[in-house]
């Protein structure tokens, strides 16, 4: 009987995980209970940051939550997380779509899902003004960036001799520049351009035009939250066909936008990447 009991437990207890590891199906579950808890960013500026006035949570990767949960007819919950939180988040059941400056890779693909890109970028530094004119001005140097990031990644490959400290968030690794505690910080120059622009002292800085990493973003799912993911990639592409991808992008990057105005060289397609193919 104890047997039993002990087998009975096991069992639930593996379910249990499973349901927490496996995708349900968040399209009927987000419409059952009228929520979608998605992750954002709540110190990138133009993305996902504290706005001054209201204290909420705004930016482009909420406008894009907000159009996926108005087209699904429910409310949306946001939830912040950092670049190194937000899988295991999504894994644990805890959110329902990252929308966190992510970008879209290989690796990421085997534990999540992802949308059509719906932003794009590349990885670039910021140094002090004069200082770099070359990646290989940059090794053997201190460099700042986030935790869980391809940031990361991207400089431990690109600068072998550099010492890669990684902070919570980007804001955290520009400070320690600023106390030159570091040489140069690096990551998306999408984000890059918006802390620069934010800054008081940005005279004193720069971005060389010195690039590491592709960076397309995705939204991320739940692996095999199919329903979700076909959902998501359909409003996102109307999005796109009736203008209101643009006007998200205008409204934060365009030249009267609230963030550092950027060019929008790319659009919402279903074009796979080489390694989504
Ligand atoms: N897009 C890069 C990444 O997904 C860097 C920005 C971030 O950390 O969110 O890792």
């Not at 940051?49 to 949306?76: M, P």
Request: charged share 25%; hydrophobic share 40%; net charge positive.
């Amino acid at each position: 009987m104890k047997k039993f009991g002990i087998m009975f437990l096991t069992l639930m207890f593996v379910f249990g995980l499973c349901g927490a590891a496996l995708a349900g199906d968040t399209l009927a579950e987000a419409k059952k209970k009228g929520v979608l808890v998605a992750g954002v960013k709540d110190s990138t500026p133009g993305f996902g940051y504290i706005d001054e006035q209201t204290r909420e949570i705004v930016g482009y990767d909420v406008d894009f939550c907000r159009a996926i949960a108005k087209k699904l007819g429910v409310k949306l919950e946001l939830k912040s997380v950092t670049s190194a939180t937000r899988m295991p988040q999504l894994i644990a059941g805890n959110i329902d779509i990252i929308a966190a400056t992510m970008t879209k890779n290989a690796e990421r693909a085997k534990q999540i899902d992802f949308s059509y890109t719906y932003f794009k970028t590349v990885q670039k530094f910021i140094t002090k003004k004069g200082t770099v004119k070359k990646l290989a001005d940059l090794d053997g140097k201190k460099i700042g960036t986030a935790k869980g990031s391809t940031s990361e990644q991207n400089a431990k490959k690109s600068l072998p001799a550099a010492t890669v400290l990684s902070f919570d968030d980007y804001p955290q690794a520009f400070l320690a520049l600023q106390q030159g505690k570091v040489f140069a910080i690096t990551t998306d120059e999408s984000i890059l351009a918006n802390i620069l622009h934010k800054a008081p002292n940005k005279k004193v800085y720069e971005i060389p035009n010195i690039i590491v990493g592709d960076e397309p973003y995705g939204l991320g799912m739940r692996k095999g939250d199919t329903n979700f993911v076909n959902f998501v990639n359909k409003t996102i592409l109307e999005m796109e066909k009736n203008g209101e991808a643009k006007k998200i992008f205008d409204k934060w990057f365009g030249p009267k936008g609230k963030a550092f105005p950027m060019k929008r060289e790319f659009k919402i397609t279903s074009e796979k990447l080489s390694w989504e193919q």
